[in-house]
C-alpha cells in the first residue's frame, strides 16, 4: 500500500474531472491523499447555468465546491496556495517549488500527482506541475516520489507514447461522479445534459461509463524534464 500521495493542480475541479476516480481508488485502500490547489479558479468563466455566482462570489463557491469534492473522494487535508487564477505562469517556478518542496519534505509521499509539464493546455496547469517536478527533483534520488502526470494535449500519445498507469476506476464511478457534480458551478449544466442523454440513449450510457471507467497517467521522468527545461 502507498505510504502517501500528494496531488498538485491548479484550480478547483482539476482534481475531480477526469482524477477523482484514481484518488478515490487510493482513499478507499486506506492511503492518506493531500490535495495541493495552486488557485480558487476566481477567473473562470463559468458562473453557473443558470447563474448563482458572480465574479466577486466565485471564490468563495469554488472553494466550498473543492471542499465537497473532497469530503466526496474521501481527502482529509487541503492545502491552498492562494496563487492568482491565470497568473501562475508569472510566478517564480524555483518560489513555487520553495513551497511544494516543503510539503514534499514535510509528508514524504511516495507519489505525487500532477499535470505531465508541457501536456496540460493550460498555462497553469503546465506553470504548476513544473515547479512540481522542480521541487520533486530538489530531493534525493532514492527519496523521490514517483510522479504521474495527466497529459490532455491532442499530441500526448505521439510524443509521450502509451499511458504508463491506467488505473480502472469502475468500482469508484458513483464517487467520481459525487465529486464532479460538487463543483457546480463548473459541472451542473453539463452534467445535467449527459444524465438526460444517458437515459434516453442506453448506447450512449454504456459508451460513457466505459470511457470514465478508466484514468491515465505518465510516469514523469523528473531529470529529463528539468535538463529539457534548462536547455530550452
Known amino acids: 500500500m502507498n505510504k502517501h500521495v500528494v496531488v498538485v493542480y491548479p484550480h478547483p475541479d482539476d482534481e475531480s474531472f477526469g482524477k477523482a476516480g484514481t484518488l478515490a481508488l487510493f482513499t478507499r485502500a486506506g492511503t492518506p491523499v493531500t490535495l495541493v490547489c495552486g488557485t480558487l479558479g476566481q477567473m473562470g468563466r463559468n458562473m453557473g447555468k443558470p447563474f448563482f455566482a458572480t465574479r466577486e462570489s466565485l471564490p468563495r463557491i469554488r472553494e466550498q465546491e473543492l471542499r465537497d469534492a473532497c469530503a466526496a473522494i474521501g481527502i482529509q487535508d487541503l492545502r491552498l496556495l492562494g496563487l492568482r487564477d491565470k497568473t501562475v505562469e508569472f510566478e517564480d517556478p524555483e518560489e ?137
Open 96 to 232: 513555487l517549488a520553495d513551497r511544494i518542496e516543503a510539503i514534499l519534505r514535510e509528508l514524504q509521499p511516495d507519489v505525487v500527482i500532477t499535470h505531465y509539464p508541457g501536456h496540460g493546455v493550460h498555462p497553469d496547469h503546465n506553470a504548476l506541475a513544473y515547479a512540481t517536478v522542480l521541487a520533486v527533483g530538489r530531493l534525493p534520488k532514492d527519496e523521490r516520489p514517483t510522479v504521474y502526470g495527466a497529459a490532455s494535449s491532442k499530441n500526448a500519445r505521439e510524443v509521450l507514447g502509451p499511458p504508463d498507469v491506467v488505473f480502472d476506476v469502475r468500482d469508484v464511478l458513483e464517487t467520481k461522479f459525487a465529486a464532479i457534480r460538487a463543483h457546480r458551478s463548473q459541472s451542473e449544466a453539463m452534467w445535467k445534459q449527459t444524465e438526460a442523454r444517458m437515459a434516453e440513449d442506453e448506447s450512449f450510457r454504456r459508451s460513457y461509463l466505459e470511457s470514465q471507467s478508466q484514468e491515465s497517467f505518465w510516469t514523469v521522468p523528473v531529470d529529463e524534464v528539468l535538463a529539457t527545461a534548462k536547455s530550452s
